[in-house]
């Protein structure tokens, strides 16, 4: 187990969503499980006028994220938790310069022993990142010569490939590229970082893992839900910013890479960026029209409750012409995919929620057992990366009788067969990996603006482009009926259910 350094969280944001949510949970799992350092404490900074006692309470003791988890508790087990929150008040703006902070970053320092080493967390908007990095340099707090300093700032990493880079280079002029840590909560998920393993610690797979064995690659995240409350922000992003540039296109480059020379972060890293890098780029109208679909849901019924479209969603613009549905086909310019077909889709108010990565193997070339349906019963492998987290093989077996008919046999495992391991969530994983300065769950600027480079061309073309159609799906339904159009040879995308064994096509309604 690797050493965590005694330190200082410092939250700007601290009075918002994310902290109560998030990042407070998964520090008393990492408290409960004392996975932190001997000396830690927590830092609130935001605009909200309070006490560090009215922080405690409102972050621990009145949070309706931890009541399950601390209402059988002992006293002095709780308080050890709690006394290491306090609070710092910016006033009215984030901007303003931080000489009172960097008092009280250095009075707490020098009496709760944090030995100098800060992490600074930005659960604050985008815009806010390069003033707070750079009022953060003014008072001397991106220097590590008596401790080591970090920031982890959340996604969106930009709205387009020059967003990206001006935001990375407005980091970058206050802190090292080491020094910057930007969270992707998918990279904490234990089943997205057990595509690695299944890779490359496998012989069954390893051999296999390329365009000889290959048939084509699927990837499917959808959500049941819409966009809830969500409607003004996600009206000026699009599944294709909100999912597919991050989340999705994380888990492309841990299927496309090559095998890293060892398992230390720089090195996964690179292969990252070099996968990510040899997408393939659409950039002419007639491919981007053949390659790329866009939807969105549209009112209807399911289990006989009455569902608004998207258009009719509030904070939504009444004639918008943002995606809540993308699907995009794709190849890989390397020698290892060449040829392979990639398909990627994300969508909201789909009939379940799942995310999982699906390897289509190509059939035997020579065909002694023939079966009309033989395209349906393909060698699949699928890695379930949300719920019924686990892993399916479908092979071939002789069903019993005379001759020989085939039929698929499932071969699976469920990491909730690991009854005595406990599994960390996504920020926990990843908080713990930032204590001890491990970036390998961590997005690099590289990484960021090869993402993008992918990405904004479509972008540009739904915006600008000729011929560019918007296509309706009644919710609760697997998108519209021409997405599985972008499938050659086979036809169709898996429609997952639930439960990682159940068939394509099961769709739940309820």
């Known amino acids: 187990m690797k050493k965590t350094d005694n330190q200082m969280l410092v939250i700007f944001g601290a009075s918002g969503d994310l902290t109560a949510r998030k990042l407070i949970p998964a520090l008393f799992n990492l408290y409960v499980a004392k996975q932190l350092p001997e000396n830690f404490i927590v830092l609130g900074a935001s605009r909200s006028d309070m006490s560090d006692e009215e922080f405690r309470n409102r972050v621990v003791y009145d949070s309706p994220y931890l009541k399950s988890k601390i209402e059988d508790l002992k006293e002095n087990y709780l308080k050890g938790f709690t006394n290491m929150f306090f609070y710092e008040d910016l006033g009215s703006d984030y901007t303003a310069e931080y000489s009172g902070l960097a008092k009280r970053i250095e009075a707490l320092n020098a009496s709760k022993g944090t030995d100098s080493n800060y992490i600074f967390y930005f659960s604050t908007p985008p815009s806010l990142y390069e003033p707070i990095a750079k009022n953060l340099a003014e008072v001397g707090l991106n220097n590590q010569e008596l401790g080591w300093k970090r920031l982890i700032v959340e996604k969106p990493f930009g709205y387009s490939l020059e967003t990206a880079k001006n935001l990375n280079k407005g980091l970058q002029q206050y802190f090292k590229e080491s020094q910057i840590y930007r969270i992707d909560h998918y990279l904490g998920k234990e089943t997205v970082q057990n595509l690695l393993v299944t890779r490359f610690s496998n012989s069954i797979f390893e051999p296999l893992w390329n365009r000889n064995y290959i048939h084509h690659v699927e990837i499917t995240n959808a959500e049941s839900v819409g966009v809830e409350k969500r409607g003004g922000y996600y009206d000026k992003s699009g599944a294709l910013r909100d999912m597919f540039q991050n989340h999705l296109m994380q888990i492309v480059s841990l299927v496309v890479m090559e095998p890293p020379i060892g398992n230390e972060p720089e090195e996964i890293r690179n292969e990252k960026v070099k996968a990510l890098k040899s997408l393939r780029i659409m950039r002419d109208e007639q491919t981007l029209f053949g390659n790329t679909i866009r939807a969105q849901y549209v009112a209807s019924e399911i289990n006989g409750e009455s569902v608004k479209g998207y258009r009719e969603e509030d904070g939504v613009n009444s004639d918008s012409t943002t995606e809540t549905y993308a699907a995009i086909k794709f190849y890989v310019d390397n ?62 077996v002789k069903v019993p009788g005379q001759g020989f008919k085939v039929e698929r046999a499932n071969l699976d495992f469920y990491y909730s067969s690991l009854a005595e391991t406990y599994v960390m969530e996504a920020y926990e994983r990843l908080l713990l990996d930032a204590m001890q300065g491990d970036a390998t769950l961590y997005a690099r600027a590289d990484e960021v603006e090869a993402a993008w480079e992918f990405v904004d061309p479509i972008l540009d073309y739904w915006k600008n482009g000729k011929d560019v159609r918007m296509y309706g799906y009644a919710a609760g339904v697997w998108g519209p009926e021409n997405a599985d159009e972008l499938i050659e040879d086979f036809g169709y995308w898996r429609n997952p259910g639930e439960n990682l064994a159940d068939d394509p096509g099961y769709c739940v309604i309820c």
């Open 335 to 396: 020698w290892r995919w060449h040829g392979v077909p990639f398909y990627v889709r994300t969508a909201k108010r789909m009939p379940t929620k799942v995310t999982e990565v699906i390897i289509h193997f190509k059939t035997p070339h020579h065909q002694i057992f023939s079966d009309s349906g033989l395209n349906s019963k393909d060698n699949k492998l699928i890695i379930r990366i949300q719920p019924d987290e686990g892993i399916l093989m479908k092979f071939g």
